[in-house]
């Protein structure tokens, strides 16, 4: 057997440490804009970031957090959250951001699954942490990102120490070389709702996450470069900001943090003053900005594209952004166990030559993969189906930035090398996803998930209530809302207002059902199994009371 020969390049682990590294040597002056909690506005560069990146994770060593452990995130969109992206993965800890909309049992539980040594928190979520503290073991201290004079002050004593971030990097001089690791080391941890049972985290590596950065800048994916200015709308604590925090630094484009105000107003005035000219967020929220447009008549005048995504864009407002406004729209699919990018609606030159409504049939769709993402639908026989835009089924996909297994889990959810996405779609011989349904339990209301089993459990503990099955209704605002559809107990009655009621207190506000439909029976399957899909076609026109009185949007059609 002959030994492979080897090439003779240097042995450069591709860590996280290097995008910020990069960023502040070569792109050092560049601004990064926030919003803060305080208020005001907040302008600093590349080079100042990386400074505080390193005194916090001098803080966070002298506060002996060992490399492996992980750091919990309670924060919005902002430059502290950025800095405590590197200053925590750039030392080999890892960087757990947590999605503070959920129901603080869930947050608890999620910070005790990921062990988190300590978490880190705008004082908006002081709250928050009053309620959490006493629930979580393993945490050694609370740090709030603010300065002393800003400490919150906590209803309870917390069991362990409140510390303010900003004396804690203040004791730290910021002269530290980040250290090798492994790029197969752990640099993130995501947790995404579970399907059935607790959520699950996605755990990423330093290679996986910039892999991930370089195939989102690239021209036919996000397209991200150093004459953007980009805002991302899309959380930090939702799949690392769908990986601007990271293709940012690593084009070098300026960044602007909206901060906790994600109204169409507040939004619209960041852009317009910061010369926004790339933005990325879910419908939801781009619904917002065109309803502001509209109302206060005005017009963006630096921003050039958007990235869609986290549910389906409707057709009706990538027309309106393109027709209306001049604005690019991307539309584009993934999920938190892809870190997350797997497709983008970007046409190739042959298909750019197509009738402009043919090109827009196929920008509406998911699009097509990037590089480092492969993907097949499968029939329920586990056989390939063809890409003929009609054959739908389950969506599989694999690559170098897609999960092997989930954190703190054994098995693999894997079959055959690839992962089910949960997700039922059709292909098209353009290579383009359109995804067409879902078949996890699970509803997505504005970009967040809700759990329909967690919800169906609540129900069920009614004692009127003899089976419960959550769907998902479409909503004009939020895409999806939660419908309960019940069967009562022979010989018992519940009314829908009681039936409500009844949640209160027990999962977070948005989880809520919007509506109670009462039906004799249930569809089942043969092995006696909830038929959601035939449920779902069922109440294909119910129309939510939610979703009437929507306020004059952009377009009505709940799509
Ligand atoms: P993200 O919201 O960033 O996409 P999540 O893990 O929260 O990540 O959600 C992923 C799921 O959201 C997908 O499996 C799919 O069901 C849905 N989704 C994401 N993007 C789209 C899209 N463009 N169109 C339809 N569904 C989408």
């Not at 046409?347 to 993402?373: A, C, D, N």
Request: aromatic residues 8%; proline residues 7%.
């Amino acid at each position: 057997m002959t030994t492979p020969l080897l090439g003779q390049m240097m042995d450069v682990p591709l860590t996280v440490s290097s995008l910020i590294a990069h960023a502040a040597r070569h792109f050092g002056a560049t601004e990064i804009v926030s919003r803060r909690i305080e208020g005001d506005i907040h302008r600093y560069t590349y080079r100042d970031c990386e400074k505080r990146a390193k005194q916090l994770a001098q803080a966070l060593i002298a506060l002996g957090v060992a490399p492996g452990e992980r750091i919990g995130t309670l924060a919005w969109n902002g430059y502290r959250h950025l800095e405590a992206y590197y200053g925590v993965a750039g030392f080999g800890a890892v960087c757990h951001t947590i999605n503070p909309r959920l129901f603080p049992d869930q947050i608890a539980w999620i910070i005790n699954d990921a062990q988190d040594r300590y978490v880190l928190f705008d004082t908006t979520f002081a709250p928050l942490v009053d309620i959490l503290a006493p629930q979580c073991p393993h945490v050694r201290g609370w740090i709030a990102l603010t300065d002393e004079a800003h400490l919150p002050k906590m209803q309870t004593a917390l069991p362990v120490p409140l510390l303010s971030y900003e004396t804690l990097i203040a004791a730290q001089d910021g002269a530290f070389d980040w250290p090798r690791i492994e790029e197969s080391q752990a640099s993130y941890l995501c947790y995404t709702s579970g399907t059935t049972g607790n959520p699950k985290g996605a755990l990423y590596s330093h290679r996986s996450t910039v892999l991930h950065a370089f195939g989102a800048s690239l021209p036919d994916a996000m397209s991200l470069s150093a004459r953007d200015s980009v805002l991302p709308v899309v959380p930090m604590f939702h799949v690392n900001a769908w990986g601007i925090p990271h293709a940012a630094p690593l084009t070098g484009a300026k960044i602007v943090f909206p901060g906790k105000d994600l109204d169409g107003k507040s939004l619209y005035e960041l852009m317009e003053a910061e010369g926004v000219t790339y933005s990325a967020g879910v419908p939801t929220v781009w619904l917002g900005l065109l309803c502001h447009l509209k109302d206060a008549k005005v017009r963006f005048t630096t921003l050039k594209r958007t990235v869609i995504g986290g549910s389906a864009c409707p057709p009706a407002m990538l027309r309106v952004f393109e027709d209306e406004y001049g604005i690019e729209v991307i539309h584009a699919w993934g999920m938190t166990e892809m870190s997350p990018l797997g497709t983008l609606a970007k046409l190739t030159w042959e298909q750019s030559q197509r009738p402009p409504e043919e090109q827009r049939r196929l920008r509406e769709k998911q699009g097509h993969v990037m590089f480092g993402v492969d993907m097949k639908i499968v029939g329920a026989d586990g056989k390939d189906l063809p890409w003929d835009g009609v054959a739908f089924g389950d969506l599989h996909v694999r690559g170098p930035w897609v999960i092997q297994r989930y954190f703190q889990k054994e098995e693999s959810p894997l079959i055959d090398g690839w992962f089910p996405t949960g997700d039922v779609a059709t292909i098209d011989p353009d290579g383009f996803l359109h995804i067409t349904d879902r078949s996890k339990d699970v509803i997505k209301s504005g970009g967040e998930w809700i759990s329909s089993i967690d919800v169906e459990n609540v129900a069920i503990a009614h004692p009127a209530v003899a089976e419960a099955a959550c769907i998902a209704c479409a909503h004009p605002k939020w895409t999806e809302r939660p419908l309960l559809v019940i069967v009562k107990r022979p010989g018992m009655d519940v009314t829908r207002e009681e039936l409500l009621a009844f949640y209160e207190g027990k999962v977070a506000k948005w989880w809520i059902p919007d509506d109670v439909a009462f039906v004799d029976e249930l569809p089942h399957t043969a092995t006696g199994k909830l038929q959601k899909l035939k449920l779902r076609e069922q109440f294909r026109t119910h129309i939510l009371p939610t979703a009437v009185d929507v306020p004059d949007c952009p377009f009505p059609e709940p799509s």
